[in-house]
Nanobody, 123 residues
Framework: QVQLVESGGGLVQAGGSLRITCAASGSIFSIDTMGWYRQAPGKQLDLVATVTSGGITNYADSVKGRFTISMSRDNAKSTVWLQMNSLKVEDTAVYYC???????????????WGQGTQVTVSS
């Protein structure tokens, strides 16, 4: 079993900062990629940022220069953070963590999603 737990969302004024966190634990053999996606009301799910186990990052153009993704892994869990600075009203969305990993004793990679955390930016 693999568990993903997200935390850190909330309400912030435009121009402010927030950090959201996702911790993956359980029967994990290895992590391929960890990332964040977001969905604003009435809109599709969009990629925000991803990071590979090798440290390669990818960002949506709309967040480049404002958001930073990072990850770490110890024996017990893998954690991905999204530091969001200079937040804009249009960053308001539910943010979902996604982890591509290889479970213990299962062949092949699988994707797991977090439960989502609300980020609201007020003007």
């Amino acid at each position: 079993q693999v568990q993903l737990v997200e935390s850190g969302g909330g309400l912030v004024q435009a121009g402010g900062s927030l950090r959201i966190t996702c911790a993956a634990s359980g029967s994990i053999f290895s992590i391929d990629t960890m990332g964040w996606y977001r969905q604003a009301p009435g809109k599709q799910l969009d990629l925000v940022a991803t990071v590979t186990s090798g440290g390669i990052t990818n960002y949506a153009d709309s967040v480049k220069g404002r958001f930073t993704i990072s990850m770490s892994r110890d024996n017990a869990k893998s954690t991905v953070w999204l530091q969001m600075n200079s937040l804009k009203v249009e960053d308001t969305a539910v943010y979902y963590c996604k982890v591509d990993l290889r479970p213990v004793a299962i062949i092949g990679a699988r994707s797991y999603w977090g439960q989502g955390t609300q980020v609201t930016v007020s003007s």
